[in-house]
């Protein structure tokens, strides 16, 4: 474009660059990056570009977002939300006492198999309206603690469940001690069911945050007793629920790992779950849900992907199509000079 | 009032007066680090950020590390703070340098070597030649047996020339062993900075001379920083010493300019100050309250029952440290950084660098580049700015006869050489005028040849047309000058110079002829300082004519008188001239009225005309730069016709009929102010294109418009889009520009000589010219060019591009940050109110200063239209001047994509990663790889021309914040290890990355290319015609039509002019005009013009 730059004075100037003599040291360096020169791609909207562009999207989108859909619907999931069924019938209304008394709570569950469940079937707990990204709860742990048994004194971020007895509790803080501690048992045609509970925290986590020669000391001594204990014999790398536990959730609703069942299930087998329901979230009208699922390449079942890639796909479809449409219906020449506002009446505005 | 200097006796100045030790220091070891800090926090945006930065140590609410505030925030200090200990500590080098350089100082009677801070006032002072003056002293000794001595002062006022300064009367033929006991006193007043003006008296004690006060002026001080040239030895004593030298008063740091654009931004910053606030409250209510009614329920988070009395403030609290990220830390370190490289763009450009001397533009102040892009008014100078300022002998008319105008070059007319050949009186009196009647020195050089050192231009063309005329002026000694003329040596001696003053507009010498010693009065001056006062019985008209007939041509005329004095007149005269030049009160005023006791009745010679050359491409620069709708005032000393001749032939106006000039004149009240009234009226109502019609105002006219008609003469400058304004002081420039700056008009100053200074300083922007004039003015300007030509590169280039690249990274730093505060602020809802930060601190420290910053530095380099498209369409600048950029509903733009852009991230992260997968860690780096990956596309979208760095930047930066993720991610101590390892084996991070990318920029770039097609601004319309080649060619057609039109007429041909009569062009439009009527009818629009063109 430059060839027709009007023939400023400026223009020759620089076309006489070569050809002046060099006569002064201050005169700064030629190159393409201090003129401001450097070759450049100036890409521009035309019709065509865009419409392409959103044509590609919806032609890879549709696709993928059907995949996923499948990948999600291919995933069986059997959930179970007990917390209300859990409490006998005539304590339905004052949970929060049954809860907190020392009544038996142990309640069986009845789940049928809809279709084949390949293993590994992960068993889960989910918890509703539980605020684990709450700011006091989030924080309320000590790192160091967990890694290292030298540094079991390092409490001073586990407020208010620091110390008790005047003992620095090991693992501290909020988190630890609010534990879940429901339990599940299962067992399919009055077999026992094996769960198996080792390997479900991340194996990183086992590995250096939390120690193996760091054992529970002081927990859940105090007068507030929060969720489960712990065996004090067993150091926190091989406690993996507590492991899981920590691994704080970033939404009010969430699932943790409960174990893995190694073995097929059936359709229409049902697995009777015998369970303890022990952790309290009748208090904030929290729900439980006891779930079963198999997994996907993209994880375990969650519809969002598939459609959300559908909608995006067929939206840019739709643009395409209109932008199409339009640029056909009302063609408009790109850089038509009659748009420069000056030009029409010259010399104005 | 007055200081007394005891010559010689330095013990009694010792208490009163400081030592010469200089310092230019701002700061001590000691205050340094206190001082700097205060100077840095007394900015607001520093203020905020330590106020967050301490609130971030209390750890109940802060919810990162406080490093991430700390440290960005101890970085941008340190940076600025160790600029400023640098330049100090050079300051202080160089101080050191001048402070113990050796020097000669008498010292009880004996010379000695001492260190230049040890002088003292009242100290003498010996210098050789080609040192250094070490402070402000008054001559009292030279080699010169005339008591002269010669220096250069360009380090004080930029002028080149060597400066003559002589002893005082009363010191002349002291003996030079006597000089180191001389005693006496000098009266002088206390320092100032005026490096023009020195009144004071001397008076030597007995033995030396009788009890006699002898005045002193400037010419008889060598001021500190000057050199000794061409004086064996000279000394002085110390008057001013140490930092109240006259040059130390005069220095000063100048006040910072604030852009347009920086107002703008602090006003932004501002209103998201004002926002931010609010959210702070709300969610900080909304928080209290969930606390009370929900947090109380959740058993788990152990609230207690009773909290410290501050606990209502906790939450609020917590969240302004979440949105404190919304004001970008990052944008004055950004923005300081791409400002210091558009500075260096202009310093590199190689089409900016003046050829004919090799010096290249340079931006002295590195913070105002998109101010260039925003001038909407151009203030210029003519002498030396529009012209060359090397002036040429072309002209002359002597006593009645032309020379000159028929070849154009009146040392090539063969009647004027015959004329000097036979030794017409005329001629040669006219000659000797020209030839002495100046403060011109020959100097000889080793080949004999003769160079004069002249300080005006006007002298030296004088001089030598008058050399080249026969009439040699050889030398000059002291009080003698010799010409040779035809070979015979005249010898004149020099009585009195009655030096030129712009009040005067006239200078004279009184010589005495040695040959018959007769005293003549040389007079030279505008021709309405010599004209009027010829004597009775002489014939002007001629005169006057040619007078007319030059300046229309475009030369600067100068009228030639003398008169011979008898011997009693001038005595008389002369203990007059004594008296009022030993007065200390008003000297300038007195002197000049003395002067015209003698100047009067003048036999006037002639009229000699000069040429004073266009600089090349002075047309085509004011002619792009008025179609890009910047307006141009000629700011001028010179007087109305040259200045009305100089404009028209540099397309300043339009000739008839296009053009209108208006003239304001008047020399009472009255007639300005109906002169006034009526040039308004005519603007009002004209229909013509309003920047064809001008108004002219001589000096006079507009102290008196200034002073009592401000408002008519505002609104008449905001009506009008040319002014030519004559005759005016270097103040009026000055206020001038400050009548503009106050009704909001972004104001350029461009101007070469010191008398350009104040206005230079005053506009908004100030550019000097390296020219001629010496560099006083470049000096004090903010850029300054080679040549007025580089002012169209530097606005439409420069300017415009620095504005382009400085709205989109401002509004880009307030869209990124926004996002990411949107995000927290969203994630609150759904973690209690409680002020949880989703992200680490690592991460948004990085974000902020690392993942975001690089890429949109990048955009230094992009170009939405090219420059030779800028240069065909200047009225492209249009953009820049209104401020379409970056204005708040642009603005608002930015803040909806923000809000739009976080919506996506949050609501597609919080559905892709929830149940099993929504772990803190994880789900917060997928909401950063988010909004990185979000970043880039909106970086990408919003380029215009990809070079490799801004590739590299852009997609380079995505690559790199995976990379430091990994790294971060195989740290264990670093809070988010394995995390990122995690994420990028998993299938479902990468399909929700393009999900977000897809669904944050499908919309964005719907609407862009809607827009884009559809509802093109003027500057997408030439990006397309540029980049598709073709209709662009034929685009610039209309325009170039009316320059061959105006070309024609230009008048600065060589040729006779047709009439004697002047021609209509600055013939005033009076409201009676035959045509006003006509024009009436359609001329409401016109009216507010200039402010209309903003709002379409």
């Not at chain 1, 519809?303 to 640029?327: K, M, P």
């Not at chain 2, 606030?277 to 609230?303: C, F, H, P, S």
């Not at chain 2, 944050?1000 to 997408?1020: E, H, Q």
Request: with cysteine; proline share 4%; net charge neutral.
């Amino acid at each position: 474009m430059s060839s027709n730059t009007p023939s400023s004075s400026a223009g020759g100037v620089g076309s006489a660059d070569s050809a002046a003599p060099r006569r002064n040291s201050k005169r700064p360096k030629y190159s393409k990056f201090t003129q401001q020169e450097l070759p450049a791609c100036k890409p521009i909207l035309t019709p065509r570009w865009v419409i392409s562009a959103f044509m590609l999207v919806s032609i890879v989108f549709i696709p993928i977002g059907v995949v996923s859909l499948f990948a999600s619907r291919d995933v069986v999931e059997i959930i179970d939300r007990y917390e209300i069924e859990c409490v006998p019938q005539n304590l339905r209304n004052n949970k929060v006492s049954f809860i907190q008394s020392d009544a038996n709570k142990t309640c069986t569950r009845r789940l049928t198999v809809p279709k084949l469940m390949k293993q590994p079937i992960y068993v889960y707990y989910q918890l509703d309206n539980f605020y684990q990204n709450h700011r006091r709860y989030v924080k309320s742990r000590s790192d160091s603690q967990l890694k290292d048994n030298s540094s079991w004194n390092d409490v001073s971020s586990c407020k208010p469940e620091d110390m008790s007895n005047g003992q620095p509790i090991v693992p501290c803080g909020l988190i630890a001690w609010s534990l879940f501690n429901d339990t599940y048992t299962f067992s399919l045609n009055n077999q026992q069911l094996a769960v198996n509970k080792r390997g479900i925290s991340w194996k990183s986590d086992r590995d250096s945050k939390f120690g193996n020669d760091v054992l529970p000391r002081n927990f859940q001594n105090g007068t507030l007793i929060g969720g489960k204990s712990l065996d004090p014999t067993v150091p926190l790398s091989k406690q993996e629920d507590l492991i899981v536990w920590m691994r704080t959730a970033a939404l009010p609703t969430f699932r943790k790992l409960y174990g893995k069942i190694e073995r097929d299930l059936q359709p229409n087998e049902t697995i009777i779950v015998t369970l303890e329901n022990n952790y309290n979230t009748y208090s904030f009208n929290g729900k439980k849900k006891l779930v079963l699922s198999t997994t996907s390449w993209l994880g375990g079942k969650n519809d969002f992907l598939g459609i959300a890639y559908l909608t995006v796909g067929g939206l840019c479809f739709f643009l395409a199509l209109s932008f199409t449409g339009v640029y056909l219906v009302k063609p408009r020449r790109l850089g038509d000079p009659s748009y420069l506002s000056w030009n029409r009446n010259p010399g104005g505005h | 009032m007055k200081r007394y200097v005891y010559i010689n006796d330095d013990e009694s100045s010792h208490e009163l007066y400081c030592d010469n030790r200089i310092s230019n220091r701002k700061y001590t070891v000691l205050n340094f680090l206190p001082k700097n800090l205060w100077e840095q926090f007394s900015r607001f945006m520093n203020q905020y950020f330590l106020l967050i930065a301490c609130l971030q140590l209390w750890s109940l609410i802060t919810p990162v590390n406080p490093a991430s505030t700390w440290g960005p925030l101890i970085f941008i200090f340190a940076v600025s703070a160790s600029k400023e200990a640098w330049d100090d500590y050079n300051r202080y080098l160089s101080d050191k340098k001048a402070n113990e350089k050796l020097v000669w100082v008498v010292r009880q009677g004996i010379r000695k070597h001492i260190q230049a801070q040890d002088i003292h006032v009242g100290n003498i002072v010996w210098l050789r030649e080609n040192d250094e003056v070490p402070c402000d002293l008054v001559l009292i000794g030279t080699s010169d047996p005339q008591g002269l001595c010669y220096v250069e002062t360009s380090a004080l006022d930029g002028e080149t020339d060597l400066k003559t300064r002589l002893i005082p009367t009363a010191c002349m033929g002291i003996d030079f062993e006597l000089l180191h006991k001389i005693k006496g006193v000098i009266e002088c007043p206390n320092p100032d900075k005026d490096i023009r003006r020195f009144d004071a008296n001397l008076r030597l004690f007995p033995p030396f001379i009788d009890n006699d006060v002898c005045p002193l002026t400037i010419k008889n001080t060598i001021l500190q920083s000057c050199y000794l040239r061409n004086t064996e030895w000279a000394c002085g004593v110390a008057i001013y010493t140490g930092n109240e030298t006259k040059l130390g008063m005069s220095r000063g740091i100048p006040e910072p300019k604030l852009t347009a654009m920086d107002a703008m931004i602090d006003k932004l910053t501002g209103a998201i100050f004002v926002f931010q606030i609010v959210v702070v409250m709300v969610l900080g209510i909304a928080g209290n309250v969930w606390k009370d009614t929900e947090a109380r329920k959740q058993w788990y988070v152990l609230y207690p029952l009773e909290g410290p009395w501050y606990e209502l403030l906790v939450i609020p609290l917590r969240f302004e440290l979440l949105c404190s990220i919304m004001i970008p830390i990052s944008i004055k370190v950004s923005l300081d950084l791409v400002k210091s490289l558009y500075a260096k763009f202009i310093d590199w450009d190689s089409e900016m660098i003046d050829y004919e001397t090799g010096i290249p533009s340079h931006a002295t102040n590195t913070a105002i580049s998109e101010d260039l892009g925003q001038v909407e008014y151009i203030m210029t100078d003519k002498t030396g700015t529009l012209t060359e300022n090397r002036m040429i002998f072309r002209r002359c008319c002597i006593s009645g006869v032309f020379y000159g105008n028929e070849s154009g070059d009146a040392l090539k007319d063969t009647r004027l050489l015959s004329a000097v050949a036979g030794c017409s009186t005329d001629v040669v009196q006219f000659l000797t005028v020209m030839a002495i009647c100046n403060t011109v020195i020959p100097i000889k050089s080793k080949t004999g040849a003769i160079l004069y050192k002249a300080q005006s231009q006007d002298e030296d063309a004088l001089v030598n047309a008058a050399a080249q005329l026969h009439m040699v002026y050889v030398n000059k000694n002291a009080n003698t000058l010799e010409i040779r003329f035809n070979s015979s040596v005249i010898k004149y001696e020099v009585l009195e110079t009655l030096e030129f003053t712009s009040d005067r507009k006239r200078m004279s010498v009184v010589v005495k002829d040695c040959q018959n010693g007769k005293i003549v009065l040389l007079s030279k001056g505008a021709d309405e300082a010599i004209l009027p006062y010829a004597y009775d019985g002489q014939q002007t008209r001629t005169f006057i004519e040619a007078v007319e007939q030059y300046a229309q041509l475009g030369l600067r005329t100068l009228c030639l008188a003398w008169r011979e004095l008898t011997e009693d007149e001038y005595q008389e005269w002369s203990l007059m001239f004594k008296e009022a030049s030993s007065t200390l009160i008003d000297r300038e005023w007195r002197i000049a009225e003395v002067c015209t006791r003698l100047e009067h009745d003048f036999e006037v010679l002639g009229v000699t005309a000069i040429e004073d050359r266009l600089q090349d491409g002075v047309p085509e620069t004011i002619e792009t730069l008025r179609k890009a709708g910047i307006n141009f005032w000629m700011l001028t000393g010179d007087k109305q016709n040259t200045a009305i001749q100089i404009a028209l032939s540099c397309n300043f106006i339009s000739p008839e009929p296009k053009g209108q000039l208006l003239l304001i004149d008047g020399k009472t009240e009255d007639e300005v102010c109906r002169s006034l009234e009526r040039v308004l009226l005519t603007m009002r109502i004209t229909s013509s294109e309003p920047k064809d019609v001008a108004f002219a105002v001589d000096g006079w006219a507009l102290e008196i418009a200034l002073k009592h008609y401000r408002k008519a003469f505002t609104e008449l400058a905001i009506l009008s889009r040319t002014a030519i304004c004559c005759r005016v002081t270097p103040s009026q420039k000055a206020q001038l520009v400050e009548l503009l700056k106050s009704c909001d008009y972004r104001t350029l100053a461009i101007g070469d000589g010191g008398n350009d200074v104040r206005m230079i300083q005053q506009a908004d922007i100030g550019v000097g010219i390296s020219g001629r004039e010496g560099l006083q003015a470049a000096r004090a300007a903010d850029y300054s060019i080679g040549k007025f030509r580089f002012l169209k590169r530097l606005i439409l280039v420069h300017g415009r591009y620095s504005y382009n690249r400085t709205a989109f990274l401002s509004q880009y730093s307030f869209y990124k940050s926004l996002v990411i505060c949107f995000i927290q602020i969203f994630f609150s809802f759904i973690s209690g109110v409680s002020g949880t930060s989703l992200f680490n601190s690592v991460s948004l420290m990085a974000y902020n200063v690392f993942y975001t910053s690089v890429p949109v530095l990048a955009s230094v380099l992009d170009k939405d239209l090219s420059e030779g498209t800028v240069m065909q369409h200047p009225q492209i600048l249009f953009y820049c001047q209104a401020g379409r950029l970056l204005n708040p509903s642009t603005f608002a733009g930015w803040f909806g994509r923000s809000l739009f852009h976080a919506i996506v991230v949050f609501v597609i992260t919080i559905h892709a990663y929830a149940y099993e997968k929504s772990e803190m860690e994880e789900l917060s780096m997928v909401a950063l790889s988010g909004c990185i990956w979000l970043q880039a596309f909106v970086v990408a979208l919003e380029t215009n021309s990809f070079t490799i760095v801004q590739h590299l930047a852009i997609w380079g930066n995505l690559v790199a914040f995976y990379v430091i993720n990994w790294i971060f991610s195989a740290i264990p101590a670093s809070g988010m290890y394995t995390i990122m390892f995690r994420l990028c084996r998993q299938p479902s991070y990468w399909i929700t990355m393009f999900l977000i990318v897809a669904a944050g920029m499908g919309p964005v770039l719907a609407l862009k290319y809607f827009r884009y097609t559809y509802r093109p601004s003027k500057i997408n319309t030439l990006q397309q015609a540029e980049r598709m080649g073709g209709p662009i060619l034929t685009l610039g057609n209309i325009e170039p039509q009316q320059r061959s039109i105006e070309k024609e007429v230009s008048p600065l041909s060589i040729s006779q002019p047709k009439s004697r009569s002047p021609t209509p062009v600055y013939e005033p439009l009076l409201s009676d005009s035959p045509n006003s009527s006509r024009r009436s009818l359609g001329s409401r629009s016109s009216s507010s013009y200039s402010r209309n063109c903003k709002d379409n």
